[in-house]
C-alpha cells in the first residue's frame, strides 16, 4: 500500500469530521491555513472559534518528509534515515462544562529503511465525569477495538492511562480512553488490516462525540461550572505543554508553533492549592481522575 | 559561612519583601504554608489572592538538602553526592495590565564535597512595555550589579536574554533582566563578598518594583487591555511549563507541585494565529520581545 494512499486517506477524514463538526455546532465555520513544512511536506490547520457548540476547536492534518531529525531518531532509537509521518489531530473545547474535552489523533510513520507503523488514541476529558457516559465511551471504543484484535482494547486502555497520566498531579487527564504506538507486524501485506484498525478508530469519532453532545449541549450552567471548567483547562494545558509527545515533538523540529499549541484551551485558570468540597460533583470528578478504572465492568 | 546563615537570610527577605508587598498592595495579605520534604528539608509557600493591586502572587523560600536526586546529578553534571540548596522565587501577577509582571530569584548551593555556588536573576514582563520604563530597570539592575564587578551587568544581561526565551514563538518572555548560575570562586573567603552580591540583588527588588507599580497602577484600563494580558500570560504559562529549568527541577524531583506552579498567572488565554494590528501598543510590545536590546544606551 503506498503512503499517499494513505495520507489522502487522513485528509479526508479531516475534512468529513470538519464537515461533521460544523453541522454538530449549527453556527460556527472552520477556517483553514495552509502550510508548508521547511525540510519537506506540510499541512491543513482548520480551527473553529465561538460557535454555538464549539468555544475553540483544532483538526489538524499534515503530510510531511525529509531527513529524519536528530532529537527524533534519538527518541526513536532510529538510524540516520528519510522519515514519511501523517496524520490527523483534534481537541475541541466546548463553551458549556457539560461537554467534555474530547481528543483524538491517527498517524503513520514509513523510514527509509522500509519500517513503517501506525500510531493514535482517543481521550476523554469530562469536567465533570459521569460514569453512564465514561461506559458509553469505552464501550464504543471496546466495540471498534474488537473488530480487529479482542486483545487491543485491554492494552490500548491501559496504554492511555498511563500516557494521558499529569505525573505531577497523580491524576489522570481524564477518564482516559485508548492509546498505541508502533503498531507494525512483519511483511507488506500486514499494513492493510492494520489501516483498516486505524480507519476504524478515525470514523468512530464523530458517532461518539455527536452521541455525547447531544445528551449534554442543553445542560444549563452557571459562573461556577465556568470557573470549574477554567480550572480543569489548567490541567489539561499543563499535560500539554509538558508532557504531551507529540507537542514536544514538534516544538523540537521546529514546526508550525500555531498548529502544534491548536491543542491549548481558548481561556484557563490556576488557584493555588485549590480542592473541591467533599460531596460536590466538582470532588466527584476529581475522585475519578485516577488510574485503572475498569469503566465498563465496574 | 554557614549554609544556615545564608538560608536565615533568605527566609528573612522573603518575610521582609511580603510586608513590604502587602504594603504596597494596601489590601491583601500573604497566606502562608509550611510544607517539608521526604527527603529533607522543606519550605514555606506564601501567597497572595485577589488584593488591591496583586491578581496573584507568589513568594517562595525553600531550603531542602540530603541525597542529590538522580536528575540533578545528570543535568549538572555531578558525582553522587549530598546537597543542600536554598532559595527565594517570586513572580507577582498585577490585575492592572499597565503593571508588568515580576520575577525574581536568588538561590545557593551547596554539595557534600565542599563546591558551592549563588545563582539568581529578575526579570520584567510588562503587557504594555516601555522604552523609558525598560530604561529604569535595567540601569536599576546595572547599578545593583557594578557595586561588586563592572563586568556582571552585560553579561548577566545577555544570560537573561538567552534564558528568558520562549524558542518556539522566536520571542523573549519581557524585556529580560538579569540571569546567572554556578556563581563561585575557589576558596571559602570568596563566598562573603559573592554573598553580598546576591543580597543586593534580593534587597533590589522591593524598590524596583514599588517604583514601577506607582508609575503604573493607577492608568486606566478595559477590556481589550486584559485580553491582552490574558494572551501575554499565556506565553508566560508556555514558558514556565515548558522551559523553565526551576519548574522542571522542582517537578522532576517530585517537589511541592502547588509551591513549584504558583507562578503561573491566575487566569490565562490562547487565541489562534493571533497577531496585535500594526501600530498599536500591543504590536509596539510584541516588537520589542527580541532578544540583545541595549535599553541602557538606545
Known sequence: MKKELISEWFRNLQLDI???LEIIDGEGNFREDEWTRSGGGGGYSRVINNGNL?????VNYSQVHGATPQKILEALQLKKSQFYATGVSIVLHSKNPHVPIMHMNVRYFEMSDGTWWFGGGIDLTPIY????QAFFFHNELKKACDKYDTS?????KKW???YFFIKHRNETRGIGGIFFDRLTEPGEDSKAPIFEFVKEIGNTFIPVYSTIVEENRSIQFDESQKEWQFLRRGRYAEFNLVYDQG??????TN????????SLPPQAKWKYDFHPEEGTPEWQTQSLLIKGIDWINR
Chains 1, 2 share one sequence.
Open 152 to 156: 487491543y482494547y485491554q492494552k490500548f
Open 247 to 252: 507537542t514536544k515533538f514538534g516544538l523540537d
Open 54 to 58: 464549539l468555544e475553540k476547536g483544532g
Open 255 to 262: 514546526g508550525r508553533t500555531e498548529s502544534i499549541l491548536m
Open 160 to 162: 492511555a492511562d498511563d
Open 129 to 132: 465525569a459521569s460514569e453512564k
Open 18 to 20: 470538519c464537515n461533521s
